[in-house]
């Protein structure tokens, strides 16, 4: 399973009541995996996190342990031809399509929280409560 940024966010800090089902969805999980990007993405999460919602420390320490909870991390030298031209298909962030280009090289879907990523890509995604069911 392809997991996005955000799923582990959310099961590190319960900041919109999402805690409990992310980290049932990792535990469910076969393997954890994401694009290499995942990490600056994390990091600027839990920087924004620790701008307004926790201290810096406690964003700091969050963020080390959710940066260790994946089993791989696919290069995005591997993924972003795909992740570019899916980017240009469907007007998407490229940060996002790299997800998709995973989930497909995979064979697998993303596990996302994201809107507009489900809709623009609803084959490659699944919702937390889905993969939970």
């Not at 406690?58 to 031209?85: E, G, K, Q, S, Y």
């Not at 899916?86 to 997800?99: C, G, I, K, V, W």
Request: one cysteine or more.
């Amino acid at each position: 399973m392809i997991i996005d940024t955000m799923v582990v966010a959310y099961a590190m800090l319960d900041v919109d009541g999402k805690s409990v089902d992310s980290m049932a969805a990792l535990r469910k999980a076969d393997e954890l995996v994401a694009p290499a990007s995942v990490t600056a993405e994390l990091v600027s999460t839990f920087w924004q996190w620790g701008q307004n919602i926790i201290p810096p420390a406690r964003a700091t320490f969050l963020c080390a342990n959710a940066v260790r909870l994946w089993d791989a991390l696919i290069p995005v030298d591997d993924l972003w031809p795909v992740a570019l031209t899916l980017a240009f298909e469907r007007n998407h962030s490229p940060y996002d399509t790299l997800f998709i280009a995973a989930a497909r090289i995979r064979g697998t879907k993303v596990l996302t929280y994201d809107k507009d990523l489900l809709k623009r890509f609803p084959k490659d995604t699944i919702t937390v409560a889905e993969f939970l069911r």
